[in-house]
């Protein structure tokens, strides 16, 4: 089984925000493959599905972006799932809006929500998928800016943004992260 776990703030105070382009890219994936049946569940929402043949758990961490990790090593421990069927869906402040960046591994960088799940998983090794939101204007506050919407222009080159990382992570799961690099990065 795979975990694709796309991470944001829960409420509708906060959707469509930058910082929920992870949310936003499981949403995509569920309507894409009909997995709609989304469930409270180890501090998250989570959906079992099949996705080309592959069975996969859709997850939403319902503990605030900064606590992300609770959810996702209740159920890494839960299902048992190694680290490399894990792939994270979340923001970047640094990459241009709408360009995705996919990692095999790596740190946590600037990204709260990363940080934590790094802490509560101890390794670096399952891949990861950035999605772009640009930096923040030299005088507007970090959090204000990731939790602000995007422009329409900018929302077009998310939307396009997410759709391909959806691809990104069914290429993962189906194929390896190093074809989800060649075809996605940049």
């Given at each position: 089984?795979?975990?694709?776990?796309?991470?944001?703030?829960?409420?509708?105070?906060?959707?469509?925000?930058?910082?929920?382009?992870?949310?936003?890219?499981?949403?995509?994936?569920?309507?894409?493959?009909?997995?709609?049946?989304?469930?409270?569940?180890?501090?998250?929402?989570?959906?079992?599905?099949?996705?080309?043949?592959?069975?996969?758990?859709?997850?939403?961490?319902q503990t605030y972006m900064n606590n992300s990790g609770e959810a996702i090593?209740?159920?890494?421990?839960?299902?048992?799932?190694?680290?490399?069927?894990?792939?994270?869906?979340?923001?970047?402040?640094?990459?241009?809006?709408?360009?995705?960046?996919?990692?095999?591994?790596?740190?946590?960088?600037?990204?709260?929500?990363?940080?934590?799940?790094?802490?509560?998983?101890?390794?670096?090794?399952?891949?990861?998928?950035?999605?772009?939101?640009?930096?923040?204007?030299?005088?507007?506050?970090?959090?204000?800016?990731?939790?602000?919407?995007?422009?329409?222009?900018?929302?077009?080159?998310?939307?396009?943004?997410?759709?391909?990382?959806?691809?990104?992570?069914?290429?993962?799961?189906?194929?390896?992260?190093?074809?989800?690099?060649?075809?996605?990065?940049?």
């Amino acid at each position: 089984m795979f975990v694709l776990a796309g991470l944001g703030n829960m409420g509708p105070k906060y959707e469509r925000t930058r910082h929920n382009v992870g949310f936003d890219t499981i949403d995509f994936l569920a309507a894409k493959y009909r997995i709609n049946s989304f469930k409270l569940k180890h501090k998250a929402l989570i959906a079992e599905g099949i996705i080309q043949g592959h069975k996969t758990l859709l997850v939403k961490p319902q503990t605030y972006m900064n606590n992300s990790g609770e959810a996702i090593r209740e159920i890494m421990d839960y299902y048992k799932i190694p680290p490399g069927n894990l792939v994270v869906i979340y923001d970047d402040v640094d990459i241009d809006v709408g360009r995705l960046r996919i990692r095999a591994k790596g740190s946590a960088g600037t990204h709260n929500g990363m940080r934590s799940i790094l802490s509560h998983i101890k390794t670096e090794n399952f891949p990861r998928i950035r999605i772009g939101i640009g930096k923040a204007p030299d005088n507007m506050d970090m959090a204000d800016y990731v939790l602000s919407r995007f422009s329409e222009e900018e929302r077009k080159l998310i939307n396009d943004a997410i759709e391909k990382a959806s691809l990104a992570a069914v290429t993962i799961v189906c194929a390896s992260v190093e074809i989800a690099m060649s075809r996605y990065n940049g």
